[in-house]
Every structure is written in C-alpha cells, then in structure tokens.
C-alpha cells in the first residue's frame, strides 16, 4: 500500500500531458470571456486548463472574470452524469479509473477526473508536475484529467471543484469522476456533488468493514471489493458478502435505491463493465422516480448555503475594522481577560457597524 504522502502527490500530479506545452506556452496571455467561451464549448482541453486556473485564482479580476464565465457555462451544462469515487489510499483509485475510464471512451462516452484533496499543497506550478498516473487515459482525446485544486480549506477546495464540473459539462464532457482520497470530511464534500457514489475496498483486509466510516458507507451506492484477482478472490467474496450482510441492517436509502456490493479487479479488468452497467441502471431508476432532479436541486439548495457561508466569513475576516482589532481581541481571549464568547460578539459588531 502507499503512504498517504505518495498518494496526495499522485493525485495532484495527474494531468494530460499533451496538454502541458501548450498549456505552458498558451498561459501566458490572458484570454477575454469569449475567447474562454468559444474554447470551453469547442471542447478545447487547453483552453478549459486554463479556465479552471483562472477560477482557482484568487485574484480579484480573474474572480470576476471566473464568475462571469461560470454563469455562462451554466446555460451550456449538458445531460451527464457526476461519479464520486473514494477509497483508501492504495485501494487502487486511480487504476481503477484508468480501467473504467477507457472503457467508457471505446463506449463513445467523453469523460472528465477531477480530483478533490484539501490536504495537498499544490502550487501552481505543480499542476504541470511531471508524475502522471493514468497514463492511458491521459493520453486519450476523449478524456480531460485534472489535479486537486489547491487550497487550505476543504470548503474553497470543494466550491473550486464544483465549479470545475459546471466548465467541464459545457465543454461536452457528458461523464465526470470525482476523485477523493478518502481523509477527513472530503469524502461528504463529493457526495455533494455527484449522483453517485462509489466506495472502494480491499479484500480481506482483516475484519468487515474495515474500519471504514460508517457514515461513508451509507452514503455509497455501490461498493466495489477491487484486487478481487489471484489468491485474494476468495477474500474479496468474503468481503463482498459481509458488506451486503452488513448494508442489510443500513435504513433505506431516500432514492429508493438499493445499494449494490460487487467484486472487480481494475487491474485485470474484471467486473468493471459490470460497475458501469450498474451505474446506468442507477440513473435510469433514479431518472424515472424523480430523485435524480430533486437531488440535483437539494444539492444546489446546499451549495448556495455554502457560499453564503463563505462569502459572509471573507467579508468578516477582510473587514477593516475586524482586521484592526483582531489582534488585540485575540490577546484578551487567550489571556483569558473576556470570554471567546465576549470575543466573537464584539468583533461581530464591529464588522456590522463597519
Ligand atoms: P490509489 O492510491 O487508490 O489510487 O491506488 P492505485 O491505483 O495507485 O493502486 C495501488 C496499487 O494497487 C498499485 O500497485 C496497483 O497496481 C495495485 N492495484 C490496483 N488495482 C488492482 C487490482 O485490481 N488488482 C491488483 N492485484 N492490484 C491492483
């Protein structure tokens, strides 16, 4: 299995690599509105790298610029599907995508794999990083594969990949996978995002569940056992059954859905036709009983409350006046002289006289 440190690093490192010279060459000058937009919706892979950097920045004009482009691929965003993908660092993420991946290409699909790390530090510069996992993928026309945003706080990492998806869908990429590596709370920021939600699993690696989240299995609508290959086939069905025992005791799911177990091996490419079959049947059964839409609509509900919430806290921490007392305040806390809550309540007036 591989450090967690390998596997942030991996992540971050994916990225076409045809697109990097020309992404390099191109970034240089800065592109108007239209000219992001006719790229996006010709399906131009450098020119939607571009665009994403551009809404990764924190930048006041390429803000603003980012806003604008966004609002206008939102009239654009096609029919598609939104796949988040976790698993434990090594369980074979990436191998599995790479599988997955190819075969939705040869079944005419075009797909986009953003990925969504708050743990790593990706500098601009890294995101032409020359590690790159994927490698078929990568290389294909049909696929568009992109790094982890940067970012100290899961929220600004979250809100950057959502609005990946918004530009991904307007430049024609119908599928899109959202990639975590399963730390923390990242693994319900995708679910908030996608229509489905797959969980990946080892074999066999000693008792059920695994230690793993319950609440993230809840979430999944599908568990895949993956490395179900060689010696470790007999586990993997072990496996599979105590997780179709144990989801047995799960409430049912609000989509009327019933979560699936199965076994694959991304490597040798078993059962993965299987998994995707399995995904289209999910969409359809989800798309006739309304719950794909409604889901669609909860989540937008969600995500205005989250930038609502982000936006009030940048205006907050910007604020002159709370900038001007904050260290004071701050000292008077620690030292115990006024409550935290005390604190709060004064910089908060502040901020709303200010
Ligand atoms: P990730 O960290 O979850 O992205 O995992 P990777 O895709 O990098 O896979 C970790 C290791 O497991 C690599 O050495 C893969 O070759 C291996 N691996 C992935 N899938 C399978 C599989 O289905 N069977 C076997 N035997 N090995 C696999």
Not at 2 to 26: I, R, T, W, Y
Not at 97 to 125: C, N, Y
Not at 225 to 250: S, T
Request: proline fraction near 3%.
């Amino acid at each position: 299995m591989e450090s967690k440190d390998q596997s942030n690093k991996s992540v971050s490192g994916h990225l076409n690599p045809d697109l990097k010279k020309q992404f390099a060459n191109q970034r240089r000058r800065e592109l108007s509105i239209s000219e992001y937009m006719d790229g996006i919706l010709s399906g131009d892979r450098v020119i939607l790298s571009q665009a994403i950097t551009l809404i990764e920045s924190k930048r006041p004009v390429h803000r603003s610029l980012a806003k604008e482009l966004i609002e206008k691929c939102l009239a654009h965003s096609a029919r598609s599907i939104r796949i988040g993908i976790t698993g434990t660092p090594g369980v074979g993420k990436s191998t599995f995508i790479e599988t997955l991946g190819q075969h939705l290409i040869a079944e005419g699909h075009r797909l986009a794999v953003l990925a969504i790390d708050p743990t790593s530090q990706v500098s601009k510069g890294s995101i032409l990083g020359d590690k790159t996992r994927m490698g078929k993928l990568a290389n294909a026309e049909a696929a568009f594969i992109r790094p982890s945003a940067a970012g100290d706080s899961l929220g600004g990492v979250a809100r950057k990949t959502r609005e990946a998806i918004i530009l991904c869908e307007a430049a024609g990429f119908d599928t899109l996978i959202i990639e975590t590596v399963g730390v923390g709370q990242s693994e319900t920021a995708v679910h908030s995002m996608v229509d489905f939600f797959l969980l990946l699993i080892l074999p066999g690696a000693g008792d059920e569940l695994q230690g793993i989240k319950r609440g993230i299995v809840e979430m999944a609508d599908l568990i895949a056992v993956n490395k179900a290959d060689g010696e470790r086939e007999k586990l993997a069905k072990q496996a599979r059954q105590a997780y179709r025992n144990a989801l047995h005791l799960f409430p049912p799911t609000e989509s009327g859905w019933v979560p699936k177990v199965v076994t694959c091996s991304a490597l040798s490419n078993m059962g993965i036709a299987e998994i995707w079959s399995i995904v289209e049947n999910y969409q359809k059964f989800c798309t006739k009983n309304g719950f794909f839409e409604r889901r669609r609509s909860e989540q937008a509900g969600f995500w205005l409350r989250e930038h609502i919430d982000q936006g009030l806290r940048e205006l907050f921490y910007e604020n002159k006046a709370v900038r001007e007392h904050w260290k004071k305040v701050e000292e008077m806390v620690e030292k115990r002289k006024i409550s935290s809550f005390k604190g709060a309540e004064e910089l908060l007036e502040l901020f709303l006289k200010g």
